[in-house]
């Protein structure tokens, strides 16, 4: 346990947080062109149109400013729209309407998904109404302004996916689904935003009727480096309306998360600025400047007596001793292949177990008919039949022999993902599960076979009495050994799917 308690960390990041936003806004309203160029426009940032983790989320569960429906999940550090499950459905829009003639928005995301494809995308939108649930993208149809979509899966079938699509709409054009907007896009320019080592960053711009699209790819740390998409001029779109971030998922499915959202308000190189809504009283602001001096104080000596205390971890960053999200997924994913490990280890030690008992069988089996052999008794059974129980039991053996060889490949596939580490990704994880998948599938497949042959040599259908056996402790027949292990192998394949289930279940809310 950290000597740093969470109720004073959290005080203290809350007080980050209040004196980062006051005066931000003083920074913020230092034109552009003060620092190089003329024509830049002045650039201020609206706290109340946008949302940034930390603390995202407050504790129950609402973000400030903002609202969400349909299936979004908001968290301490970025909003979930839809988790990859199947027909999912989920928005975040601004409570109030904004009303600046111009504007940018910086939108960070992340498009995350088990397989190539990916299904359907996610949308950032501004329109004179909130439409938050239907069938564009998680959002209402027949909008009134712009969308910008990130479309991931390929309706059309012209293999121009992922792709980057602008529409506009004047509140009476439906969204044509079949061809991916292709027949009412304004601009349109392909790039692969799934799965990338960094987050993709999409900056919107608004400025004297232009409306611009740059994206950061994600292959590169740097925020500023941004490429052109899109730029679309004399566009009208309405002058108040709610900002938006929707998506949605289908047959396939995708983790759409989306980590910041921030706006600011442009003005125009010689024109005044618009006065902000409310200015903080100078008394205010250092009451708040000492209190969070104090607070930065604190939490400076908790984290001295910490490293006195555990100087095993002297000089690594405090961030680093915290589980991640990526972190918290890996160590299900290997709890979960353990247990799996543990439980055919265990079912292969049971079938050791009835292997040998059927040796033991048919070696009193073969020891009973040499000696009835030798003996030459009348009334028992005739040899050739005796040779077809031998023959029948041998094969018994050899099927048993297979099924431990498939039980034991199907040991060393999840030993093998234990020992490879971080290095895997989630997409090699799910193929080495299917191949097991497969071996069990084998299994019952060779149990199934077991059945017919032994129903086929049922003693029944033999008119011969077969020799009494001496007694034998816990002597196991052929028949109750098929059942057993036939009700073992549907109970065991039932418990590796209830499993995989459960953590792609729990993966999603994280």
Request: glycine residues 8%; charged residues 20%.
């Given at each position: 346990m950290m000597a740093v308690s969470i109720g004073e960390r959290q005080a203290a990041a809350a007080c980050l947080l209040i004196f980062s936003l006051f005066?931000?806004?003083?920074?913020?309203?230092?034109?552009?062109?003060?620092?190089?160029?003329?024509?830049?426009?002045?650039?201020?940032?609206?706290?109340?149109?946008?949302?940034?983790?930390?603390?995202?989320?407050?504790?129950?569960?609402?973000?400030?400013?903002?609202?969400?429906?349909?299936?979004?999940?908001?968290?301490?550090?970025?909003?979930?729209?839809?988790?990859?499950?199947?027909?999912?459905?989920?928005?975040?829009?601004?409570k109030n309407k904004m009303n600046f003639a111009n504007w940018e928005a910086e939108v960070t995301f992340r498009v995350s998904g088990r397989g190539r494809m990916g299904a359907d995308g996610l949308a950032i939108w501004f329109t004179s109404g909130q439409g938050l649930e239907g069938p564009v993208y998680g959002a209402a149809d027949?909008?009134?302004?712009?969308?910008?979509?990130?479309?991931?899966?390929?309706?059309?079938?012209?293999?121009?996916?992922?792709?980057?699509?602008?529409?506009?709409?004047?509140?009476k054009l439906i969204y044509d689904h079949q061809n991916d907007g292709s027949t009412q896009a304004l601009a349109t320019c392909l790039r692969d935003f799934r799965n990338k080592p960094y987050p993709i960053r999409a900056k919107v711009t608004y400025y004297k009727k232009s409306l611009t699209v740059m994206i950061n790819n994600g292959f590169t740390p740097d925020r500023n480096d941004y490429e052109l998409c899109a730029k679309i001029d004399n566009m009208v779109i309405p002058y108040e309306g709610y900002f938006g971030i929707s998506a949605a998922t289908g047959g396939?499915?995708?983790?759409?998360?989306?980590?910041?959202?921030?706006?600011f308000s442009l003005t125009e190189p010689g024109q005044q600025p618009p006065p902000p809504e409310a200015e903080i009283p100078t008394e205010e602001k250092e009451k708040y400047r000492a209190e969070f001096e104090n607070f930065q104080q604190e939490l400076d000596k908790k984290k001295e007596a910490f490293q006195k205390e555990h100087p095993d971890v002297q000089g690594e960053p405090?961030?680093?001793?915290?589980?991640?999200?990526?972190?918290?997924?890996?160590?299900?994913?290997f709890e979960?292949?353990?247990?799996?490990?543990?439980?055919?280890k265990q079912l292969h030690r049971q079938l050791a177990v009835i292997l040998d008992e059927q040796r033991r069988y048919v070696t009193?089996?073969?020891?009973?008919?040499?000696?009835?052999?030798?003996?030459?008794?009348?009334g028992q059974v005739p040899g050739k039949d005796l040779d077809m129980i031998i023959n029948t039991q041998q094969e018994v053996l050899r099927t048993l022999n297979e099924l431990r060889n498939s039980f034991a490949e199907s040991l060393r596939q999840v030993?093998?993902?234990?020992?490879?580490?971080?290095?895997?990704?989630?997409?090699?994880?799910?193929?080495?599960?299917?191949?097991?998948?497969?071996?069990?599938?084998?299994?019952?497949?060779?149990?199934?076979?077991?059945?017919?042959?032994?129903?086929?040599?049922?003693?029944?259908?033999f008119n011969i009495s077969c020799p009494e056996l001496p007694p034998m402790p816990s002597c196991l027949?052929?028949?109750?050994?098929?059942?057993?292990?036939?009700?073992?192998?549907?109970?065991?394949?039932?418990?590796?799917?209830?499993?995989?289930?459960q953590e792609a279940a729990a993966k999603k809310f994280f």
């Open positions: 005066f931000h806004a003083t920074y913020a309203d230092i034109p552009a062109g003060a620092v190089g160029s003329t024509d830049a426009p002045h650039r201020r940032f609206e706290y109340k149109y946008s949302f940034k983790g930390p603390h995202l989320a407050q504790s129950d569960g609402t973000i400030p400013f903002w609202v969400h429906t349909g299936n979004a999940i908001p968290s301490s550090d970025q909003i979930r729209i839809t988790t990859s499950l199947k027909s999912q459905r989920g928005s975040v829009w601004t027949s909008w009134n302004g712009v969308g910008i979509f990130f479309d991931s899966f390929d309706n059309d079938g012209k293999k121009n996916n992922p792709a980057i699509i602008v529409v506009g709409n004047n509140g396939v499915a995708d983790d759409h998360d989306v980590l910041s959202f921030l706006l405090v961030e680093e001793l915290y589980e991640s999200v990526n972190d918290r997924e890996i160590r299900q994913i979960g292949q353990s247990q799996i490990h543990l439980e055919i009193v089996v073969s020891d009973e008919i040499i000696k009835q052999g030798a003996q030459g008794q009348p030993g093998s993902l234990q020992h490879q580490g971080n290095a895997a990704g989630t997409y090699e994880t799910v193929q080495h599960i299917n191949d097991i998948k497969e071996h069990l599938h084998i299994v019952k497949r060779n149990v199934e076979h077991l059945i017919q042959r032994n129903v086929s040599f049922h003693p029944g259908n027949s052929t028949v109750h050994f098929v059942v057993f292990m036939v009700i073992q192998s549907i109970l065991f394949i039932g418990y590796v799917i209830y499993r995989s289930q």
